[in-house]
């Protein structure tokens, strides 16, 4: 128990790639091949074509590829996550999102509406599934033979799992709102997606300082669904997000596609069981060494958010793209030199030292999302340069 709570203590700059995955958002994108000829249409018009869109029923495949710009980490922060909950619940959605974090992964998809909808995540001879229907959610590990369970779900959003991706509108909803004076909204030309017709919606950050370089949707010319998403980092190289609609069907599944049936022997979790786990580990590892600032992350199963108890009380810095998050949290950043030696090298690959008005701290970097930890405790986190992260430091001095 001893090892496991001091590698859990090194939890948070890990955790700056889950909170990249979970702010990025892992949606189907772009599988282009020749560029069709459409009729002319003007930001506004495809933006209102999107909105349109009442697409409640598809099936498809697509692949997903996430390139933080790291060192393999996926099992890594698996690892902490699921020492931190007591590695219980292994079909449980929030342990497996960190596979997409990294890599490359195909998914297989279908949705009838808002109530009923299914997720395969396929690798190599191993599946895993995730399938709500009406006011149930079951997930299925076909590697360890585990069964996750949560009963009371009443619509879509409210799924277990919901990072995952349920459909590709709901991150082009969000990335449209934020479009305002800080955005260039424009149409970028067409592209074929899974052998459709699309328009190319391009999204670009007017501000100085973002690490997003820009937001490509591709939007069915037909249905005004969006079928793709790629985000660029100001860094360049590998798109940070880019995921692909390989075959796409807007025609009803069938309804015994969201039948699930617990397999012969296999062993069912409750996420009531989960949830109460993740939250007594938590409240062990503050006890232990304090609250780190992520704002109840531990107890939360990571996927809590910034913000939660007095230490972790967040403020927020700027807006639109180059918004920052700074929170206190009320105990001094860890030393990389006393983790343990399977966290130690991830960790300095992960972080520069930096120093300014504010004293000085550690930078965990990555092509999209860093976070700046100063030595006496304070966090700011965004989609920024890490110079925006120290300018609002010496700032806040």
Known sequence: MAAQRKTSRYVVPVAVAGIAAATIGLVPALAASGDPDLPDITARQLIEKIA?????????????????GLPAFDGLLGGIAGGAAGGEGSADPSAQLTKLVSGTHTLKIAADGPDRQKLTLLDGKEQYSIVHNGDEVWAYDSRSGEVFHEKGVEEAGEAPGQELPASPKQLADE????????????????????????????????????TVDSVTIAVDAATGT???????????????????FTKVDFGKPAAS???????????????????KSHRDAGKDLEEEFGDFGLGGALGEGLGGGLAGGEKGEMNVIGEGWTTIARFDSGAPAPKTDEAPKEVQGFLDSLGDKVSGKFGSGTVFKTKIVNALMTDDGKVYVGAVTPQALVDAANAAK
């Not at 079928?227 to 692909?244: M, Q, R």
């Not at 596609?257 to 949830?275: L, N, Q, S």
């Open 175 to 210: 990335v449209l709102k934020a479009a305002g004076d800080t955005t260039s909204v424009t149409v970028g030309g067409t592209a074929k997606v899974a052998g459709r017709d699309a328009y190319r919606l391009v999204i670009e950050p007017k501000q100085q300082g973002s």
């Open 52 to 68: 349109a869109s009442d697409t409640q029923t598809l099936s498809g495949t697509f692949k997903v590829s996430t390139d933080l």
């Open 226 to 244: 969006p079928l793709k998403f790629t985000l660029d980092s100001t860094s360049g190289g590998k798109p940070v997000v880019d995921a692909g």
């Open 257 to 275: 596609e969201f039948d699930f049936t617990v397999p012969e022997g296999a062993k069912v979790t409750e996420g009531d069981d989960i949830e």
